[in-house]
């Protein structure tokens, strides 16, 4: 099974409503809906670990962390992203890293 994180993305939550609209006008049973949920995990998982080249530096102060069940939560403060020539700068921010090289089990 395909890590989750992205279905509370805006693309994952237009999925999701788009798919509970069919749901309710009868047009797709709720067991489809849930094969599409879990294929919509399976590729974005895929896409981002294969597609993604993009590297992002960032600093901050670690407010709190926390390794459960193979996944890292790291909350910051003050936080500075650096891409090339782009800053920006964030009060807080929750970044949440499972590992990558788990999609291969899906191929």
Known sequence: MAYQLYRNT???????????????????????????????????????ANRVRNRVNFRGSL??????????????????????TDLVKVDKVKIVACDGKRHTEYK
């Open 63 to 84: 407010n709190t962390y926390r390794f459960c069940d193979n996944v890292w939560t790291f909350v910051l403060n003050d936080v500075e992203f650096r891409e090339v």
């Open 10 to 48: 805006t693309l994952g939550n237009s999925l999701q409503e788009s798919l509970d609209e069919l749901i309710q006008t009868q047009q797709i049973t709720p067991q489809l809906a849930l094969q599409v949920l879990l294929q919509f995990d399976k590729a974005i998982n895929t896409a981002l």
